[in-house]
């Protein structure tokens, strides 16, 4: 079982940045992060492979958030630039093991509590 704890969700201004953090208590294949706003489904934003270092993001993502990790901590980081209104949703950190499919969510065995992020106009 791998419990994963988000933090550092909040309220912004359009064109602001933000970092998440992900802290994990063991190991997986890959942790990452998705979003759900309010009547929507839950989307994928991105994912870093904890060994190899690879990064898969969501269309929409264009450049403007970025995965990082830090193995020695266990932790996974999404700094958040350029934010918009659109933006606004809980994100989920989320972890996956070995040959899961990043960009599904039902791949992912465990999931955090979620932090919200709201960014005003």
């Known amino acids: 079982q791998v419990k994963l704890v988000e933090s550092g969700g909040g309220l912004v201004q359009a064109g602001d940045s933000l970092r998440l953090s992900c802290a994990a208590s063991?190991?997986?294949?890959?942790m990452g992060w998705f979003r759900q706003a309010p009547g929507k489904e839950r989307e994928f934003v991105a994912t870093i492979t904890l060994s190899g270092a690879s990064t898969y993001y969501g269309d929409f993502v264009k450049g403007r958030f970025t995965i990082s990790k830090d193995n020695a901590k266990n932790t996974v980081a999404l700094q958040m630039n350029s934010l918009k209104p659109e933006d606004t949703a809980v994100y989920y950190c989320?972890?996956?093991?070995?040959?899961?499919?990043?960009?599904?969510?039902?791949?992912?065995?465990?999931w955090g509590q979620g932090t919200q992020v709201t960014v005003s106009s």
């Open positions: 063991g190991r997986t294949y890959a």
């Open positions: 989320a972890a996956c093991g070995r040959g899961c499919r990043v960009y599904d969510r039902n791949d992912y065995f465990y």
